[in-house]
């Protein structure tokens, strides 16, 4: 009986997972976060890769490094920007999405690396958050069939 419940666990989780498999871990060190990282797919609502690395900018020390599936990425993350969290102690946060299996290996140092990484990402959705007016595109043929 446990194992049937078992299967239609594992069978409900599939079908609320999308294809898309992004590294998912915590850690102090990207070496660290992809070996600990949980191979699973992301939720179906989530597609997209993230990895927020966060570091001693002098010393190019990881302090964090975060990697997860979320739903949407905005273009104003991508990239790197200095933080304080006192007057003598600055770090360095780089941000990336992406948008394809195992995008989001590496952590990045700056925000061309962030910008590189992000690229597929971010051709694809000056299209994708853009909707579609399909009636401009058939009104034409409207006209013309009609009138």
Known sequence: MLALELVAILAAFRSASSSLTCFTCSSSSNEACNRKAIDQPCML???VCMTTHTFMPD???SLSVEKKCVSQCNASLIGCHLS???PSFFYKICTYCC???YCNLNATLDSNESMAHSRSLLSSSASYNQPT???LFTLPFIFSTYF
């Open 99 to 101: 948008d394809k299996n």
């Open 59 to 61: 010393s190019l020390q």
């Open 84 to 86: 304080n969290q006192s």
């Open 45 to 47: 609502q989530n597609a």
């Open 133 to 135: 007016n399909y009636f």
